[in-house]
């Protein structure tokens, strides 16, 4: 009679207790700061924002992005950054979902999907005709993840030039 071991995995993932999918507020500024810095060193990066930057663009007086958190048990597990976008031609209001990130400990669990289901609802609310998002060529787990979230690839127009102001 032969004994059968099943191996579990040492690690396994244990689903994350209850999400909220919200705005961010001030006091989650250095959660997401970090989480920043996380997103940066998976692609080979480092983060330069500072505290005071991240406080301006999403809570100044003329705030330049959205910033939607995913929470459970009173910690920041993931985050969605959003852009406005503008078609001219077509007069036509756009969001970019400029960076979307998920702690490791708590990716599998479908924490990137109700992220961006928020930002949908969040672009459709605030007039927006549509959500674009881009990945890295070589990034093929995006890839996968953006056409399951029914994302349609489109083409590659062109250059984009870009000029220091500073």
Not at 149 to 166: C, D, E, H, I, K
Request: charged residues 20%.
């Amino acid at each position: 009679m032969h004994n059968t071991v099943i191996k579990l995995e040492p690690n396994a993932l244990e689903r994350p207790p209850m999400l909220t999918i919200r705005a961010a507020r001030p006091g989650d500024l250095q959660q997401i700061l970090d989480m920043i810095a996380l997103h940066a060193e998976c692609h080979g990066d480092t983060a330069r924002i500072s505290a005071a930057d991240l406080d301006r663009d999403l809570f100044g007086n003329n705030p330049w992005v959205t910033a939607l958190v995913a929470e459970a048990g009173g910690r920041l597990i993931g985050y969605a950054l959003l852009v406005p976008l503008y078609r001219a031609l077509e007069g036509l209001r756009g969001m970019e979902l400029h960076q979307i990130f998920v702690r490791k400990d708590n990716r599998g669990h479908g924490i990137g999907r109700h992220l961006v289901s928020r930002a949908r609802e969040h672009a459709r609310i605030a007039g927006c005709g549509y959500l674009s998002v881009s990945a890295a060529t070589g990034n093929f787990g995006a890839h996968r993840f953006y056409e399951q979230m029914n994302f349609r690839a489109g083409p590659v127009t062109g250059m984009r030039y870009v000029q220091a102001l500073g």
